[in-house]
């Protein structure tokens, strides 16, 4: 793929690729694939994430057109955050990346294990 593209266009894939592959936006997308979700919710699925950080998160998503946000009128008011349907096409190699992780935790961890880093 990247072989027989310009350097134009091998910069341009390889930013987008920075831009949903840092392990906050896989998470936030592997979780808005079941549907719609309120902030707070998402925040208490993505173990770990500060509520900071899922803002600049779900704020980038956004501005790349790959979440959208929606304000209710209620009060307190209600936002909800959905993948597009653009966002909707990461869903698949979202989730393989994870499965494979999972399946692969043991082997990893044995390989950092004898490199030293354990």
């Not at 091998?10 to 392990?23: E, M, N, Y």
């Not at 936002?79 to 499965?99: F, M, S």
């Given at each position: 793929?990247?072989?027989?593209?310009?350097p134009?266009?091998?910069?341009?894939?390889?930013?987008?690729?920075?831009?949903?592959?840092?392990?906050?936006?896989?998470?936030?997308?592997?979780?808005?694939?079941?549907?719609?979700?309120?902030?707070?919710?998402?925040?208490?699925?993505?173990?770990?994430?500060?509520?900071?950080?899922?803002?600049?998160?779900?704020?980038?998503?956004?501005?790349?057109?790959?979440?959208?946000?929606?304000?209710?009128?209620?009060?307190?008011?209600?936002v909800?955050?959905?993948?597009?349907?653009?966002?909707?096409?990461?869903?698949?190699?979202?989730?393989?990346?994870?499965?494979?992780?999972?399946?692969?935790?043991?082997?990893?961890?044995?390989?950092?294990?004898?490199?030293?880093?354990?």
């Amino acid at each position: 793929m990247f072989e027989t593209a310009d350097p134009e266009t091998c910069t341009r894939v390889l930013k987008v690729l920075a831009l949903v592959g840092d392990k906050w936006s896989l998470l936030v997308i592997g979780h808005l694939g079941d549907g719609p979700v309120r902030f707070g919710a998402l925040q208490r699925a993505v173990t770990g994430i500060s509520h900071r950080m899922l803002t600049v998160t779900l704020r980038g998503l956004e501005r790349d057109g790959l979440v959208s946000r929606t304000v209710h009128p209620t009060v307190p008011p209600k936002v909800e955050y959905r993948l597009t349907e653009l966002g909707q096409t990461l869903v698949p190699p979202v989730r393989a990346l994870g499965e494979w992780a999972w399946k692969h935790l043991d082997e990893i961890a044995a390989s950092q294990d004898r490199y030293g880093k354990g």
